[in-house]
């Protein structure tokens, strides 16, 4: 039907432009020429004839070639009909593998999950039974090593079986009967002086001995290398002399050990200088600030006392002259005490005669002049208690490094090496909580105390002033 059209259109435009050629050219001839006319009337003459017999052929073409288009276009059509419908056939083909190739794909995939599950669950089970195969090897080495002679593991390389369980536990059971046992032997052991001894050695198990000997008896401890030496002087003697009198003491001296390969040596208690000497320079810091706090605390106490001591006295002293209006002599009276409520009721006794608001003022200020005495050294001491646990911080701080420091070079073989930055750390630390717990306490119960004095001479104060007014009240 395309084709059709564009043909048409085609004829249309040939028309088109044939048309006004045609009248363009009889325009431009001239009528008043014979010639011209006749040759036009000729012309025309031709072409109503040509016209009349092309005519009928045209037609005929024209609907031949529109037939032909029709049939074009059914045959077109019914090519669409067809493609579509083999399009929409192999589409719902298409459609129906990918649903299917969906559904073994999502069967894989929970296959494959599967899979990966049960792979898992058997890389788990491999690792714990090596784990297993671990623990047990290491139990049988363990066991050969506390047993000793009783039992002999299988090779490392072995896995263990039931069978080598069983000969450990009978060894178990074999070396812990022996252990139970006291048994009296001959044997060779050290002195203290370091001299060896040889004398009858009663164990106990495998967790004690005793030697007796005329040289030297009492109870052992190990020397190292399977040796046994005296523990110390007068130590589990009277023990060792009754058991090898075959006596059941209800009281038993001994020392217990685990076993004989490394030498026990006894560890001198340490003085407090060398304990802070421990901590470093910052030891010595938190020793010298708590030093420090605890004579603030002393000269802090003295002052204290002194003022809460004379305020009942004075008061007694000073009424009865303020009753009568002798105001000189209470003044007098009050210059034989010192401290500072003493020069609180002079104040106030020099002003009883200005109007109470001016006086209750000058009282106010009077104590607030003597605060800074009650107050000597507490801001000092709470300081010291604030700074002491920051400097134990510091120092294990401090230690930590030097910790770290020994263990970036040397290691962690040797721990000898690093007990030097462990002490700074831990000493420093204990140091400042010691300095700091007592000073915080002490402060706080100081602060309270001055407080207390505060209100005391401010209550004595208004009492001398009230009791001037009663007896100025009571004279008119």
């Given at each position: 039907m395309r084709l059709f059209n564009i043909k048409l259109a085609l004829m249309a435009?040939?028309?088109?432009?044939?048309?006004?050629?045609?009248?363009?050219?009889?325009?431009?001839?001239?009528?008043?020429?014979?010639a011209t006319t006749e040759t036009t009337t000729a012309t025309e003459s031709a072409s109503e004839a040509q016209v009349a017999t092309q005519a009928p052929s045209l037609e005929q073409a024209y609907q031949r070639e529109f037939?032909?288009?029709?049939?074009?276009?059914?045959?077109?059509?019914?090519?669409?009909?067809?493609?579509?419908?083999?399009?929409?056939?192999?589409?719902?083909?298409?459609?129906?593998?990918?649903?299917?190739?969906?559904?073994?794909?999502?069967s894989v995939r929970a296959q494959a999950e599967r899979l990966d599950g049960l792979v898992f669950d058997s890389e788990r089970a491999v690792e714990t039974a090596r784990s297993n195969v671990?623990?047990?090897?290491s139990t049988l080495l363990q066991a050969d090593i506390t047993l000793e002679e009783a039992y002999s593991p299988p090779p490392a390389e072995a896995i263990p079986s039931p069978e080598d369980f069983q000969a450990m536990f009978q060894a178990a059971?074999?070396?812990?009967?022996?252990?139970g046992q006291v048994r009296v032997s001959e044997g060779q052991y050290f002195a203290l002086d370091g001299a060896e001894v040889t004398g009858q050695i009663i164990h106990?198990?495998?967790?004690?001995?005793?030697?007796?000997?005329?040289?030297?008896?009492?109870?052992?401890?190990?020397?190292?290398?399977?040796?046994?030496?005296?523990?110390?002087?007068?130590?589990?003697?009277?023990?060792?002399?009754?058991?090898?009198?075959?006596?059941?003491?209800?009281?038993?001296t001994l020392f217990a050990y685990e076993s004989l390969v490394n030498e026990i040596e006894a560890n001198p208690e340490k003085s407090v200088i060398e304990?802070?000497?421990?901590?470093?320079?910052i030891g010595w810091i938190i020793t010298f600030l708590g030093l420090l706090g605890v004579v603030l605390i002393i000269a802090r106490i003295r002052f204290l006392r002194e003022a809460s001591a004379s305020t009942d006295t004075l008061v007694q002293a000073i009424v009865p002259q303020v009753e009568a209006g002798d105001r000189q002599g209470a003044i007098e009276t009050l210059k034989q005490f010192k401290g500072a409520t003493a020069r609180v009721l002079t104040t106030a006794i020099r002003n009883l005669d200005r109007e109470r608001e001016h006086l209750e003022d000058v009282i106010s200020e009077s104590l607030l002049n003597e605060s800074a005495t009650l107050n000597r050294f507490g801001a000092v001491i709470i300081v010291i208690a604030a700074v002491s646990p920051l400097l134990g911080l510091l120092g294990t701080v401090t230690g930590m490094i030097s910790t770290f420091d020994v263990i970036t070079e040397f290691g962690t073989g040797d721990p000898k090496l690093l007990s030097g930055g462990i002490s700074i750390a831990l000493v420093t630390t204990q140091l400042g909580l010691i300095v700091a717990i007592p000073l915080l306490l002490i402060g706080n119960v100081l602060s309270g105390w001055a407080e207390r004095i505060k209100d005391e001479m401010e209550k004595s104060a208004l009492h001398i002033v009230n009791r001037y007014v009663e007896g100025q009240t009571g004279r008119n």
């Open positions: 435009l040939a028309l088109a432009f044939i048309v006004p050629v045609a009248s363009w050219a009889q325009d431009q001839s001239d009528p008043q020429d014979p037939a032909f288009l029709q049939t074009q276009k059914r045959e077109l059509q019914a090519r669409l009909d067809a493609f579509k419908t083999r399009s929409a056939r192999e589409q719902s083909e298409i459609n129906q593998d990918i649903e299917r190739l969906e559904g073994e794909l999502v671990d623990v047990l090897s059971a074999d070396t812990a009967e022996r252990a106990v198990g495998r967790v004690a001995s005793f030697g007796v000997s005329e040289m030297a008896s009492g109870a052992l401890a190990p020397a190292g290398g399977g040796q046994l030496k005296v523990w110390e002087t007068g130590a589990g003697e009277a023990s060792a002399e009754a058991l090898i009198n075959g006596e059941r003491p209800q009281t038993i304990i802070i000497q421990s901590g470093g320079m």
